[in-house]
């Protein structure tokens, strides 16, 4: 069997005129920073990268060491390349300039390096979520105002799973295709054709420790689908919480599913709890490629125009229909 590589894969989408020369140069960038997180992540207590760095980010969030090393590696790796105008992490506050003596490109790049890092100690998947806008034309300067666009103008976007195996998940706006690690040739392996999301589903995704905290529309959807057979579903639904985003919707486009972050009093205040430019939209847009949904209970994910770079925002994505159901029920109320 011919095995196709990532390489190889995008120069196809370069002759078929769905990725730019600069488009491909940067996912092949991506892809390799990818490589390195994945060697890094893999080698655990032996590189002695596991636990605290000691520091907080934008968020307030005490920072992992392997959060400070993924996101320096991806920093690195696309700095030099001219392709990019400029850069956004969840890892720091304000926009990442490309330094003066590199080329400048037209595109912006946009990472969450390590998500779901409180699993990193535990040795359970870990992930990088990236996102791709254009420069808006015109602009010399990037200021947080060129990374302020709905989601719907993403070009592309994509994540690595840092499990078993390493996976690399990508969409240039024609359907979700992954790729696997191959660690003795070091290359990314087409292995996932046009992945899709079933229309239905029996599987769940929630943090049902905040169940106490939930609106009323969520608290009704949840508990009819615990009611299973006897409840007004019909059928029995089974729970999956891996908290990390990535492993979380890694499942849901290999097997269908529901996963929600909903809004909840625990995080009104901030707006949600995941971030929307670089986790939501990403993933939205993939789903959306896969044949799924994603909404924040109250509109589609991919038309909210973001007001800040580090917004939060309430996320749930998969199933079509369990999406559409929930949904009705947050415009119901
Ligand atoms: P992080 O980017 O700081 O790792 O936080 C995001 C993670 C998601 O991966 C995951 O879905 C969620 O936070 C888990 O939250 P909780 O610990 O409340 O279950
Ligand atoms: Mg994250």
């Known amino acids: 069997m011919r095995r196709v590589t990532l390489t190889q894969f995008l120069i196809e989408q370069q002759r078929a005129g769905r990725v730019s020369a600069d488009l491909r140069l940067l996912l092949e960038v991506v892809a390799r920073a990818v490589k390195a997180i994945s060697v890094n992540v893999s ?92 420069n808006p034309e015109g602009r010399t300067d990037v200021t947080e105002d060129s990374f302020l666009q709905p989601g719907s103008e993403q070009i592309a976007a994509g994540y690595a799973v840092y499990g078993p195996s390493t996976q690399f998940v990508l969409t240039v706006g024609h359907g979700v295709h992954a790729f696997t690690l191959d660690r003795e040739m070091g290359s990314f392996i087409y292995t996932h054709p046009f992945m899709t999301v079933p229309d239905e589903t029996s599987e769940f995704a929630i943090n049902a420790s905040n169940a106490r905290h939930w609106e009323a529309p969520v608290k009704r959807y949840i508990d009819e689908l615990q009611q299973g057979k006897t409840g007004p579903r019909g059928r029995d639904f089974n729970m999956r919480w891996v908290a990390s985003m990535v492993a979380d919707v890694h499942r849901v486009l290999t097997r269908g599913g529901i996963f929600m972050y909903p809004l909840d009093e625990k995080c009104r205040a901030q707006g949600g709890k995941l971030r929307l430019m670089y986790e939501a939209n990403p993933m939205a847009m993939l789903i959306e490629q896969a044949g799924g949904a994603a909404t924040t209970g109250r509109e589609r994910i991919l038309d909210v125009v973001p007001g800040k770079l580090h917004q939060r925002v309430p996320v749930i994505l998969g199933s079509r229909a369990e999406v559409e159901r929930v949904t009705a029920y947050h415009l119901e109320g």
């Open 43 to 134: 080698k655990g207590a032996l590189a002695g990268v596991l636990g605290e760095a000691g520091t907080d980010n934008v968020q307030g969030e005490a920072q992992k060491k392997l959060d400070v090393i993924a996101n320096e590696i991806l920093l690195q790796a696309n700095e030099w390349g001219g392709h990019l105008a400029g850069m956004a992490s969840e890892e720091v506050e304000t926009v990442h300039q490309i330094p003066f003596d590199y080329p400048k490109g037209g595109y912006l790049l946009l990472f969450d390096p390590l998500d779901g890092s409180s699993n990193i100690d535990i040795n359970v998947s870990v992930g990088t979520i990236f996102s791709v806008l254009r």
